[in-house]
């Protein structure tokens, strides 16, 4: 008899919209509603798109899908860092590019020489050390870099909207997995605090490694020569190589994402296609066709004809990143 | 008052053993204690071997550690039956070595070339097609071929009470994986049905593949170039690669699982290195030190070296394979 006076407010606990609520950073617009819609559909079972949980996979881009890309990737800030820091100990490095440039602040001119350049510099900064040597360099700069613009750590520079993405996806059965360019010992140090993503559920671009028993411990030697680049066509072969099933849903936000995407939602059942556009230079920034970095060009036009979802940053997040709560 | 008498009965439910028993196979003797005390330390939460969740990584290897490798290693017997399988619409094959030696029956001769021999055979069965394909091909290929000793599908000669120590080793928190040396297509399409161990979590020698739009149908093709071998010293690369965190427990049975298990157990914390030993001519296979498959004898001295346990298929395993229940 007492009870029913308390119903309206326990309907109300349920139904106000709260930083719980799944998406709760997403507007509630038809870019939120597709991606709703599609994990209702495979969830359902019985119905005629239900997907089993064990081929529930979902990969994501990295830099500019997950956390920003801009002005450099995180990894290159990382590497003209560590030039800058170890230049004391390695004098020759003031005699020749592209090294000599970094020390001299010339960015533009370091990476004149391309590929090769940034070959080079990667090569100087980031090999020649154990794996674990490495990973506990990555974190100890994690820690204390802090990002030009926003002046935060740039872990704390990822997408709310995506990490509830990621959550909301798990929390359906999916298995979620980090498909990037960057190198895979770059972010497996920081994925599972940041993301919640286990190192083992990152896939990426890897140096040759040789195992060492020289020094009385066993140990794994990164070696100065590249072993695999999981960019773009490299992404469904990494995916084939690390993950061994075709995913389901794919999120990427530039060129360099599109056959992953396109390998993804090509085949049977239902598929799902997302690209992040850049389009908020206020709260983060806005470039597309014509960047150097994070280029989104024939992607864009693909996700036109394929009906792959184009995420608006204005439009479609209500903020960007968690401190904007 | 009435509880008192059903007491004695109750224990001896739990007491009598049973075939739904952890590792009922094996015999109660010192090599199950030593894996169920590990077992016991690194998930006994608060005490000094405890090892968190998300770092309770097992390592298997299959060919001889899950599964017979005599006489020949299962791929090979695949390899060998494609080739006599395609060779009517391959005139050419009967020109020249190996394959020639292969349909003439004459296996040591086909064999002779060494590697560079088996890769031949290998390319020229396994290579060419898109994954897709190879994965029916292996598949169906399981689904008929019968070993030539036991005449039994190859998959049903999967050792129990390796079976069992996977299942043992998962109820207790352990993400288990299996590295081998094989083809990790090979493996891939049957690994979940067979030992409970899914697609991404096996770990094998790889072969270079292309994404390909060219058929309309976007798609991997398998080319005819080794990517990587995943033995000896590659295994413990191959883990930190795909993995990318250290096992606490490798399981194998031959000098290309050494430098995996030496690895393995090298470091802080409670660490746990198993070497299968192949004693039993009567219900498998007796070998070791002098086989050329599945040689064990480096890996032999370093186990009583360093403590590993040394599994003796005829001391300590009830039955081999499932079909002995």
Chains 1, 2 share one sequence.
Not at 196 to 217: A, R
Not at 262 to 290: C, K, M, P, S
Request: hydrophobic share 40%.
């Amino acid at each position: 008899m007492r009870r029913l006076p308390f119903l309206p407010i326990v309907s109300a606990l349920f139904l106000v919209p709260c930083a719980g609520q799944p998406l709760s950073s997403w507007n509630d617009n038809a870019a939120k509603k597709s991606i709703v819609d599609f994990v209702a559909r495979v969830t359902k079972e019985g119905g005629p798109d239900f997907v089993a949980k064990s081929d529930r996979i979902a990969v994501f881009d990295n830099d500019g899908t997950l956390w920003t890309e801009q002005p450099v990737y995180v990894q290159l800030a990382f590497i003209l860092d560590r030039i800058r820091e170890q230049a004391p100990s390695h004098p020759e490095w003031k005699q020749k590019d592209p090294i000599k440039s970094v020390l001299e602040g010339n960015l533009k001119a370091a990476l004149a020489g391309g590929d090769k350049a940034i070959l080079e510099l990667f090569a100087a900064t980031s090999t020649g050390m154990t794996t674990e040597e490495y990973g506990g360099i990555v974190k100890a700069w994690l820690a204390t870099a802090r990002h030009p613009r926003f002046k935060k750590p740039y872990t704390e520079l990822v997408y709310q909207p995506m990490l509830e993405l990621i959550s909301y996806l798990k929390e359906a059965g999916f298995k979620v997995y980090i498909v990037s360019g960057g190198g895979i010992e770059f972010m497996r140090p920081w994925t599972e605090r940041v993301y919640g993503i286990p190192p083992e559920q990152v896939v990426g671009s890897t140096v040759k490694v040789k195992y060492d028993v020289s020094g009385g411990h066993p140990a794994l030697l990164r070696l100065p020569e590249i072993d695999f680049i999981d960019d773009k066509a490299g992404k469904p072969v990494g995916i084939h190589r690390f993950i061994g099933r075709k995913p389901i849903f794919a999120a990427g936000n530039s060129d360099g994402d599109r056959e992953m995407i396109e390998w993804t939602t090509a085949g049977n059942g239902a598929r799902f296609g997302l690209i992040v556009r850049h389009t908020d230079g206020d709260r983060e920034w806005a470039y597309d066709r014509q960047s150097a970095i994070g280029r989104l060009d024939k992607a864009l036009d693909q996700a036109a004809q394929k009906k792959w979802l184009v995420v608006d940053m204005k439009r479609d997040w209500k903020i960007v990143f968690p401190f904007q709560k």
